[in-house]
């Protein structure tokens, strides 16, 4: 992945949210920034709502996204899903976005991205609707996999960049999955602190911590409490 290193996220005006489904738009979702630096998602179910209503996410701008499946079912059932699927993100979403953390769980996942080009929401839609259609034909399911909308909420300042990457990467622990979020092998953590090659930009994620071992000191704080409400939007638990 080419990455621009170094690069702080532009200010912009928030766009509306896409859905998974890129044919038919029943819901919106607008995203309001607040004094803290985040984004405030509010939802609006209006009739009519069509596709050249919903904006794409901003070339420039820094997200944090996040889906789950419908239902709050499962997306991933074995170890080869997980591939399965950051296979995919490689090949849709590796082109448009700078990756500076990802975990992904049983029933969602959570990804901190710095959008590089126009249409990306598309690229989004696409690469989720391919993960989905796989697993539908794997295990002999039909419907939707995920729930229409992936969440996003744009991040405007660098000193919320290491509470949510913290928080990202604690999100096994908080559902009780592992008794320590290091041992969970689905996340970005160990690719951000060994030094084995990786599609993450790396450089600017350690340079907010002051290196690997800032990150892992950072790490060993566990927050909880209404100070992560506008970092991670509707509640994924």
């Known amino acids: 992945m080419i990455t621009r290193e170094g690069e702080e996220c532009k200010r912009y005006n928030p ?5 998974v489904k890129p044919t038919r738009f029943s819901q919106t979702e607008a995203v309001y920034p607040d004094r803290r630096g985040f984004g405030r998602p ?7 709502d069509s596709m050249q209503s919903v904006k794409p996410l901003t070339p420039g701008g820094c997200f944090h996204i996040f889906g ?12 080869r ?4 699927f950051m296979g995919l993100y490689l090949k849709y979403i590796a082109p448009i976005a700078d990756t500076y953390a990802y975990c992904l769980l049983r029933n ?6 710095r959008i590089n080009r126009k249409r ?4 989004f839609n696409n690469f989720l609707t391919a993960y989905a259609k796989a697993v539908n034909k794997t295990y002999r399911r039909t419907g939707p996999l995920f729930q229409h909308h992936f969440g996003r ?18 999100n096994p622990f908080r559902h009780g999955l592992v008794d320590d979020f290091r041992d969970w092998p689905f996340s970005s953590y160990h690719e951000l602190t060994s030094k084995a090659y990786t599609h993450l930009a790396r450089p600017t994620v350690l340079e907010w911590f002051g290196g690997a071992s800032g990150l892992r000191k950072n790490h060993g704080s566990f927050d909880t409490g209404a100070e992560f409400d506008p970092l991670i939007g509707n509640d994924l638990d």
């Open 68 to 79: 789950r499946g419908v239902n709050r079912d499962n997306i991933f059932f074995e170890d």
């Open 15 to 19: 766009d509306r949210g896409g859905l």
């Open 108 to 113: 969602h996942f959570h990804l901190l991205v």
């Open 120 to 123: 990306a929401s598309k690229s």
């Open 81 to 84: 899903n997980y591939e399965y």
């Open 153 to 170: 909420i744009p991040v405007y300042s660098n000193r919320y960049y290491t509470a949510l990457i913290r928080y990202i990467h604690q």
């Open 42 to 48: 509010r939802r609006s179910h209006q009739k009519g």
